[in-house]
């Protein structure tokens, strides 16, 4: 199922946060959303979500969701969400016992997204038990669990330490080589969207329009940490973004 977002405004009130949005997120794609803070990265993952509808144009869902999909647009946050008292196996249980799954059932599903995200060993921790990038794991692995049509990650390793976040990036890397999902990725970090990001959006401050959409070709499995080409586009993004980025941080400033 593929989402293609189709001349999308938004307001508050008066507020006008995101204008004239078209673009497509594709099946099997990652599509990256980056720009300076406030211009609706956030707003638009809900949209797409269906938490909230539009001001103005649609949110098109085209074609059907995989089969076996209990939750065709799932999130991933950026401070995990689970819950504290329930294992491992427990949290990612709970998403499918919503859907009255359990049992033998719920435990085949259980151990596959265990098995992709590599925490078949650690079905019985606790939250408190797991680092930062477990835990981001385990959501990822719950998410999975729905088989979403498309995740909608908000920041999702931005709670994490430079080397967890790269550790993190090589399991996406990994988890999406192995098997292809589609994700809209909010992210602030321009090295996450390039090594992650089959496209990019590239927002103007707000109200957030396209400002450029990158396309990079080269297979996600082949982007290493410090490649030329992708330290390119990254210079290229921020080029872009380092003016307006700078005025958003002083409107912060001054409300
Ligand atoms: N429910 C709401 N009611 C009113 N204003 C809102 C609401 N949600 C967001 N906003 C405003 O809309 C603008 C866009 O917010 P949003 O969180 O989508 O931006 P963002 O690009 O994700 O920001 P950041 O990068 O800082 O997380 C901001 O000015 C924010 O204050």
Redesign the pocket.
Known sequence: MDIRLDAIS?S??G?E??RDISLDIPTGKIVC?V????????????LIGGL?RATKGRVLQLGTPPAGCLNPLTYVFQDFALLPWRTVHGNISLVLEDHGIKGTAADAIISDVLARTKLSDFSNALPRQLSGGMKQRVAIARALAVKPAVMLM??PLSALDSQTRELLMDDLVGLWTRQPFTAAY?T?NLAEAVRLGHRIAV?SR?P?EIREMVEIDMPLADRSHGNPELEQIQKHLWDMMRDEARA?DEE?IDV
Request: charged share 20%; glycine share 18%; aromatic share 6%.
């Open positions: 938004h508050y009130g507020t946060v995101l959303f720009g300076p803070s406030g211009c609706g990265k956030s707003t638009l993952l809900r909230e908000d920041e909010v602030h927002l707000r957030g958003a912060l």
